[in-house]
């Protein structure tokens, strides 16, 4: 009995070691936040990033749940399956509008889609995210990151359009 107490007490010794080399090694991820762009200024913004990023979408080519921005002159690559490659301007402007028309009140406080800032493990961005939900998962895939697609049933699944739809 004395035995298995001392193993005990020397694991739970380095217990706090572990967990502090845990939060310090476990802090190194890719992250989607926030950014600044307002949505009103949305056409303003694929003007810009038209030439300079690889512009996909996830979810339905109509209005999508996702339009991703991959900048170009950066070594990493966002890739991931479900993603397909946006063919002109015009159909991008014409799925932001459709992406707005339709979940114009949907979304984490009711915000509607928006544009995300995608962080590397250094915190450079390496893209931008234009979605009703604010988070997707993002794995690291060597020096690379995949992005799970964004679809309408995850949107409905995350989005909390507020008292909409309440029943009995």
Same mark, same amino acid.
């Given at each position: 009995?004395?035995?298995?107490?001392? /193993? /005990?007490?020397?694991?739970?010794?380095?217990?706090?070691?572990?967990?502090?080399?845990?939060?310090?090694?476990?802090?190194?991820?890719?992250?989607?936040?926030?950014?600044?762009? %307002?949505?009103?200024?949305?056409?303003?913004?694929? @003007?810009?990033?038209?030439?300079?990023? @690889?512009?996909? +979408?996830?979810? %339905?080519?109509?209005?999508?749940?996702?339009?991703?921005?991959?900048?170009?002159?950066? @070594?990493?690559?966002?890739?991931?399956?479900?993603?397909?490659?946006?063919?002109?301007?015009?159909?991008?402007?014409?799925?932001? %509008?459709?992406?707005?028309?339709?979940?114009? +009140?949907?979304?984490?406080?009711?915000?509607?889609?928006?544009?995300?800032?995608?962080?590397?493990?250094?915190?450079?961005?390496?893209?931008?995210?234009?979605?009703?939900?604010?988070?997707?998962?993002?794995?690291?895939?060597?020096?690379? +990151?995949?992005?799970?697609?964004?679809? %309408?049933?995850?949107?409905?699944?995350?989005?909390?359009?507020?008292?909409?739809?309440?029943?009995?």
């Amino acid at each position: 009995m004395k035995k298995y107490l001392r /193993f /005990f007490m020397h694991s739970f010794r380095s217990l706090p070691l572990w967990i502090i080399l845990s939060l310090i090694l476990g802090c190194a991820y890719a992250k989607i936040r926030p950014g600044t762009v %307002d949505t009103g200024r949305i056409h303003e913004f694929i @003007d810009q990033q038209y030439t300079s990023s @690889d512009i996909s +979408y996830s979810g %339905d080519r109509s209005i999508p749940g996702a339009v991703r921005f991959d900048i170009k002159d950066d @070594d990493i690559a966002l890739t991931g399956t479900g993603w397909y490659p946006v063919k002109s301007k015009e159909h991008l402007h014409e799925m932001i %509008d459709g992406m707005i028309r339709k979940y114009g +009140y949907w979304g984490t406080d009711a915000q509607g889609p928006r544009i995300s800032v995608i962080l590397d493990r250094k915190d450079n961005k390496i893209g931008y995210l234009f979605s009703p939900v604010d988070y997707t998962t993002i794995r690291s895939e060597g020096a690379n +990151y995949e992005l799970s697609p964004v679809t %309408d049933l995850d949107i409905r699944e995350r989005a909390r359009p507020g008292l909409r739809g309440a029943g009995p």
